[in-house]
């Protein structure tokens, strides 16, 4: 990985700003960051501030309100209104500021947006345009610390894109189709990880023993005690005939509650998200989902049930690193 710049060019005559930086990360996740306001809470403000999505409904036609929430608890209101959305490639919109119901003040300048994304391999451009009806307007936003106040969030994006291509790559370089067993314990993952390899005579693959500490959490995750920091994330241990287990760490400490039953799954990984979501919902009718399918920290597409038969089952798309 190498580090990016971010890059400001000012053309005051023709009242615009064009912001371009270059992330380490493939397409799929650098438009979801942008596009997704859960992720968007998580590097959009530069820090002591940050973001509070309250709605967004991302479409054209559509609107994200949110507001920037300073050290001492402060709120300033934006509001951003989608008028063209090419998926994965460009999207315009108007910015302004507003209050916690979306009313655009009009004290402060209204400014148009065009976000280009353009892919190479795995590094993603993106390109930003803000155009101001007049001069003096950009110079205002200027003098409000835009310039610090982006490149300081563009950096944030550029710490969760690097963390979440890295755990990308190290739970599945590839997108093929397999099925493995998937245990859970009580903080004894290791340990009982250590043994089956000593019986099977097997081997650590993938990521091997991976930590809480090893990984950076979502927002919004409850803070971890050093104890639980050292405990599995994920374990995978390669047996018999090349099959494959894998495990984590479920602590009472983190609000599990295992027992006999709900300590193993079946872990089916299909090859796409929409057989990932036909086998889900198969096996759902008549059972109970756990876990609604979603997008997930550790780059995948993720949900879990029971099925009528009170069978466990996990199903896991990890999109592939090349994608």
């Given at each position: 990985m190498t580090n990016n710049e971010t890059f400001f060019s000012k053309d005051l005559p023709n009242k615009k700003l064009t912001v371009t930086r270059a992330f380490n990360a493939p397409l799929d996740l650098v438009w979801k960051a942008w596009t997704d306001s859960e992720i968007l809470d998580q590097w959009w403000a530069p820090k002591p501030y940050r973001a509070e999505t309250k709605k967004m409904d991302f479409r054209e036609g559509g609107y994200w309100l949110y507001c920037m929430v300073g050290p001492t608890n402060d709120h300033a209101w934006c509001r951003v209104d989608y008028i063209t959305i090419q998926p994965k490639k460009t999207i315009t919109s108007t910015d302004a500021f507003c209050d916690e119901k979306g009313k655009i003040n009009t004290d402060f300048p209204i400014m148009?947006?065009?976000?280009?994304?353009?892919?190479?391999?795995?590094t993603t451009s993106v390109r930003v345009e803000v155009t101001f009806e007049k001069e003096a307007d950009m110079e205002t936003i200027i003098k409000m610390g835009f310039q610090e106040g982006f490149t300081a969030g563009l950096s944030n994006l550029d710490q969760y894109l690097s963390a979440q291509f890295k755990l990308r790559q190290e739970l599945k370089p590839d997108n093929k189709a397999r099925v493995t067993s998937y245990l859970n314990f009580n903080g004894k993952t290791e340990e009982a990880f250590n043994f089956y390899k000593k019986a099977f005579k097997g081997e650590f693959t993938g990521v091997g023993l991976q930590r809480f500490e090893d990984?950076?959490?979502?927002?919004?995750?409850?803070?971890?005690?050093?104890?639980?920091?050292?405990?599995?994330?994920?374990?995978?241990?390669?047996?018999?005939g090349g099959y494959v287990l894998m495990a984590t760490d479920a602590p009472e400490s983190m609000g599990f509650k295992l027992q006999q039953g709900n300590n193993m799954h079946i872990n089916v990984e299909p090859e796409s998200r929409e057989e990932t979501q036909r086998l889900f919902e198969a096996l759902a009718a008549g059972g109970t989902v756990t876990m609604p399918l979603e997008d997930m920290f550790f780059g995948a597409y993720f949900g879990s049930l029971t099925d009528k038969y009170g069978i466990n089952w996990m199903f896991t798309f990890q999109l592939p690193a090349d994608h």
């Open positions: 148009d947006w065009r976000k280009e994304f353009t892919a190479k391999d795995n990984i950076e959490l979502p927002a919004g995750h409850p803070p971890m005690n050093d104890a639980d920091k050292k405990l599995i994330l994920h374990a995978e241990l390669t047996i018999l």
